[in-house]
């Protein structure tokens, strides 16, 4: 009897019905925790019984066994403790109502008579308490001397910052998820609900900085590293949607079983977490149908310009609530995003026009080509032409507003992040720059001559991990990126986009007032994201695609011209015509192309001189 008492194993059922009065006691009583030591080493005679019989017959599996029972006597460890850090946090609870609703921040000056009105003699003495009873909380764990629990060596001082990791997780996650939810659609509740998230994450990670030298943590590191975590995790499982195979919650690199990542369930119907609950909170705001963006503003506006809807001053708040590791994931979620509906546009593509326009399309080609030269009979074959392909275009119109939508807001988001960097991080963002124009110099080098100057292998992950930094910085160009690569190319391609482009045409009209085509109908589509929509597709084929589709367009704008001058003298551009030359002004401009490349296929002096009507 007395050997069964000392080994402890017949306690493995009903330890853990002692963990509430364990807790109680180091709660009332904080330098109790240094008792649990000796418990702990006499826990360790647990690993006796399962392993004797192993190292009798000198089993290859007594280690591995070792350390599942050590691991499953470290996680009741960590259970006992985890009291330490949740008592730490009810505390710092209001030492976050403090500082961010209570103490006052000293001016660099202060007047003598109203000294005693900073001071806040009371509120500081509240502070200076509920600061040291966190600091006597974890006062005894610090004091603790290593132990080892079988094969394990526990570390008070990481055992102490574990929970206290655990419980940052916690609380960081769940007021995200908590605050991140649009149910009325309207741009008023996003702003506040960001501002709510900044005023909270922002006194919490101030309090949290504050404890730090007083239960001898690291607290900024911590915060990031946890609020990064965090961020990668969620982003991660909201983009298994868009994967074929999918990354499960226990297969992720960034979840852990000593400090777990909570999972809530969906509060909508198409996002998983509050990363893609405000990824689509952004599209909707921003949506072509609704609102009108102004290139010069950097901004989305209502269709009577009566106020910017999103901007700089959203995408500011955004930063401020959510920080850098949230925008940069907004844009990956983005990119996944632009991926998808890529690719359903192809299949639709393939689908529509394979299926029963493949030999008109050849012969419409023939009589067109070459594109150097007038069609006879020109009136009548566009506008057969464009009866012909008619029910191709409402969905184009959808699929390439909603691909330039994105396009623009991931734009908007390389340029905050770029900005932002610029200031907080100047020499970061000055090294990454110059590095990268010393690689595409090494890359052009080669392209020069290839046999002396090498490109870097596949196995060598400079170029990835370069462009990490790089997109974390805002040093890329979502326009010129490649999101997917295909082998098989689309039939009549370049003539169906100059169709489209020549179908919306009529849509829209100039303004002179802010210097861009608007469409005709309140309930349009937004020009800009159309523009950029069809500059984003074309950039994924090879580039003698949009040669052809610019002399499709050079063409019908000569025939044109010809036609009229022809019938009655030509005094002044159809409005048809003008829409066509601006929109591709608005090409060369988002699409990075130079102006002589599309005078290449029109005279340059009507290219130059035509009126904005």
């Not at 080098?445 to 002396?452: E, M, V």
Request: aromatic share 12%; hydrophobic share 40%.
């Amino acid at each position: 009897y007395q050997r069964r008492v000392r080994d402890i194993s017949y306690a493995w059922e009903i330890i853990d019905s002692y963990v509430v009065f364990m807790q109680k006691r180091i709660k009332e009583d904080p330098s109790s925790v240094l008792l649990l030591r000796a418990t702990f080493l006499k826990l360790a005679s647990i690993l006796e019984l399962p392993l004797i019989r192993i190292n009798q017959a000198a089993s290859p599996d007594f280690f591995s066994v070792s350390e599942y029972y050590s691991g499953q006597l470290v996680a009741y460890i960590r259970k006992v403790l985890e009291v330490v850090p949740k008592t730490m946090f009810e505390t710092l609870k209001l030492i976050i109502d403090l500082q961010t609703n209570v103490i006052r921040e000293m001016p660099t000056k202060v007047e003598k008579d109203s000294l005693r009105e900073f001071a806040q003699l009371e509120d500081r003495f509240k502070l200076a308490n509920a600061t040291y009873s966190v600091s006597v909380f974890t006062e005894g764990i610090l004091a603790m001397q290593t132990t080892f629990v079988g094969t394990i060596k526990i570390e008070p001082q990481k055992l102490l910052e574990d929970g206290i990791r655990k419980e940052l997780v916690r609380y960081i996650a769940a007021s995200m998820d908590k605050i991140l939810v649009f149910p009325t659609g309207k741009i008023e509740d996003l702003e506040n609900r960001l501002q709510k998230l900044a005023a909270r994450l922002d006194g919490f990670r101030r309090s949290f900085q504050y404890i730090q030298d007083y239960v001898n943590i690291y607290g900024l590191k911590i915060w990031q590293e946890e609020f990064s975590r965090i961020i990668h995790f969620n982003v991660e499982q909201e983009c298994n949607s868009f994967l074929k195979k999918k990354i499960y919650e226990w297969q992720s690199a960034y979840q852990s079983t000593a400090i777990p990542i909570p999972v809530f369930a969906p509060s909508d119907e198409k996002s998983v977490n509050f990363i893609g609950r405000l990824a689509r909170e952004l599209l909707t705001q921003t949506d072509p149908k609704k609102t009108v963006f102004l290139d010069q503003q950097s901004g989305w506006w209502d269709k009577s310009f009566a106020r910017e809807i999103v901007g700089i001053r959203t995408f500011t708040l955004l930063f401020s609530a959510v920080e850098v590791f949230s925008v940069t994931g907004l844009d990956k979620l983005l990119s996944f995003m632009i991926v998808k509906e890529l690719q359903a546009f192809t299949q639709q593509y393939r689908r529509e026009v394979d299926a029963s326009l493949k030999s008109y399309l050849n012969e419409l080609k023939a009589a067109l080509e070459p594109s150097t030269t007038l069609p006879t009979n020109a009136s009548k074959l566009y506008y057969q032409a464009l009866s012909k392909t008619s029910r191709l275009w409402p969905f184009f119109i959808e699929q390439l507003t909603k691909i330039g939508q994105m396009q623009l807001l991931r734009r908007q988001i390389s340029n905050l992040l770029n900005f932002t960097c610029k200031l907080d991080s100047n020499l970061l963002y000055n090294t990454l720059n110059v590095f990268n124009q010393a690689i595409l110099t090494d890359v052009k080098a080669h392209y020069l001559n290839p046999d002396i100057k090498p490109y870097p292998s596949e196995e060598n992950e400079l170029l990835p991990e370069l462009t990490k930094y790089l997109e974390t910085v805002g040093i890329n160009d979502p326009f010129t990126k490649i999101y997917f690569t295909t082998t098989d190319q689309l039939i009549g391609f370049p003539l169906i986009m100059s169709l489209f482009v020549l179908s919306q045409s009529p849509s829209f009209a100039y303004s002179p007032h802010l210097a861009l085509l608007q469409h005709r109908s309140r309930s349009g589509y937004d020009h800009t994201p159309y523009v950029v929509g069809i500059t984003t597709v074309l950039k994924h084929f090879h580039p003698i695609q949009t040669q052809k589709f610019l002399s499709f367009l050079g063409q019908y704008i000569r025939a044109n011209i010809h036609h009229s001058d022809k019938e009655k003298g030509f005094s002044s551009f159809p409005q048809e015509i003008s829409n066509v030359l601006i929109f591709l002004e608005e090409f060369c401009k988002y699409s990075s192309l130079s102006r002589k490349t599309v005078e290449g296929y029109l005279p340059a002096y009507i290219f130059n001189h035509f009126p904005h009507q």
